[in-house]
């Protein structure tokens, strides 16, 4: 008598994916029981086992996944979602370079076809042209507005605009250069709250005045080869900036600072005196602004 028939590991596998009706096709290998006057013969076969309907729901839940997805991708990939999000003074462009009492000093500078991230506006801001370029400006959420005209403060050597509407509502926007040339300011912040009258403003002004606001007193001044002038002490922080190509030297006791080139600047505290000298053989240029 010959010996039981046993199965085949494949075959134990087929039989344990038939009794769990798996949704799936196997190779099975189907053994014939064996005989005296015969070898063992092998038929290759295929189970098909009906899919479940859950699987079908799956699958369309799936496509919708995969579409919201596509458009949430879609979203992230356009312009105004592109960039974070960042205060003025933290965009890499606009370089922190002082940290007064209640006001900052920011040095822009952005290359030609360059773009700035989006940045956040919330405090009034006085701007000393130093670089001049056309520049576009865009809203966050908004489209380009357009390259401007060349006209304006902004786009004069030395020009200056206060910008006093941020204090009022903020503005999120990026800025790029379309021009061929850099473009670069000094950016004077005020986050004081400002003076209604003539009180917080410097009791002694330098230069003849060409501004004055809340937040801002902005005069300008010629210093001549060789001359020496004083700048009185005031209850205001003043920033000097040279807007023009030059030397000037600021002494105070036996303390001196240089302005040796375009865009460079000095800060005189509150309660400070200097003493201003042109050692040049040429004229130069310096604008004065009071942070009230």
Same mark, same amino acid.
């Given at each position: 008598?010959?010996?039981?028939?046993?199965?085949?590991?494949?075959?134990?596998?087929?039989?344990?994916?038939?009794?769990?009706?798996?949704?799936?096709?196997?190779?099975?290998?189907?053994?014939?029981?064996?005989?005296?006057?015969?070898?063992?013969?092998?038929?290759?076969?295929?189970?098909?086992?009906?899919?479940?309907?859950?699987?079908?729901?799956?699958?369309?839940?799936?496509?919708?996944?995969?579409?919201?997805?596509?458009?949430?991708?879609?979203?992230?990939?356009?312009?105004?979602?592109?960039?974070?999000?960042?205060?003025?003074?933290?965009?890499?462009?606009?370089?922190?370079?002082?940290?007064?009492?209640?006001? @900052?000093?920011?040095?822009?500078?952005?290359?030609?076809?360059?773009?700035?991230?989006?940045?956040?506006?919330?405090?009034?801001?006085?701007?000393?042209?130093?670089?001049?370029?056309?520049?576009?400006?865009?809203?966050?959420?908004?489209?380009?507005?357009?390259?401007?005209?060349?006209?304006?403060?902004?786009?004069?050597?030395?020009?200056?605009? @206060?910008?006093?509407?941020?204090?009022?509502?903020?503005?999120?926007?990026?800025?790029?250069?379309?021009?061929?040339?850099?473009?670069?300011?000094?950016?004077?912040?005020?986050?004081?709250?400002?003076?209604?009258?003539?009180?917080?403003?410097?009791?002694?002004?330098?230069?003849?005045?060409?501004?004055?606001?809340?937040?801002?007193?902005?005069?300008?001044?010629?210093?001549?080869?060789?001359?020496?002038?004083?700048?009185?002490?005031?209850?205001?922080?003043?920033?000097?900036?040279?807007?023009?190509?030059?030397?000037?030297?600021?002494?105070?006791?036996?303390?001196?600072?240089?302005?040796?080139?375009?865009?460079?600047?000095?800060?005189?505290?509150?309660?400070?005196?200097?003493?201003?000298?042109?050692?040049?053989?040429?004229?130069?240029?310096?604008?004065?602004?009071?942070?009230?």
């Amino acid at each position: 008598m010959p010996p039981p028939h046993k199965k085949s590991f494949a075959a134990e596998q087929l039989a344990l994916r038939q009794q769990k009706k798996s949704p799936w096709l196997y190779p099975a290998r189907t053994m014939q029981p064996a005989r005296a006057d015969s070898f063992t013969q092998i038929k290759q076969t295929h189970v098909r086992i009906q899919q479940p309907k859950f699987l079908g729901r799956f699958r369309e839940t799936l496509r919708m996944a995969l579409f919201i997805l596509a458009i949430l991708v879609g979203m992230v990939a356009s312009p105004a979602y592109s960039q974070t999000i960042v205060p003025v003074h933290e965009e890499p462009r606009h370089h922190f370079v002082y940290d007064g009492d209640g006001f @900052c000093v920011l040095d822009v500078q952005i290359a030609p076809g360059d773009t700035t991230l989006f940045h956040t506006h919330d405090a009034p801001v006085a701007y000393v042209a130093i670089d001049t370029s056309l520049v576009d400006t865009q809203p966050l959420g908004g489209e380009w507005r357009g390259t401007p005209s060349s006209d304006g403060p902004l786009r004069m050597l030395g020009g200056v605009v @206060c910008n006093l509407d941020y204090a009022r509502e903020s503005l999120t926007h990026r800025v790029k250069t379309v021009g061929t040339n850099p473009f670069r300011l000094i950016a004077i912040i005020n986050y004081g709250f400002g003076a209604a009258d003539s009180t917080g403003l410097p009791q002694a002004t330098i230069g003849d005045v060409e501004a004055e606001n809340p937040w801002f007193r902005v005069s300008r001044l010629t210093l001549n080869p060789g001359q020496v002038i004083v700048w009185d002490s005031s209850d205001r922080p003043v920033v000097a900036v040279l807007v023009t190509e030059g030397r000037v030297v600021a002494a105070r006791h036996k303390k001196t600072a240089e302005l040796s080139a375009r865009g460079s600047f000095f800060v005189q505290e509150a309660g400070e005196e200097h003493e201003l000298r042109n050692p040049a053989s040429t004229s130069l240029k310096l604008v004065f602004v009071a942070v009230r």
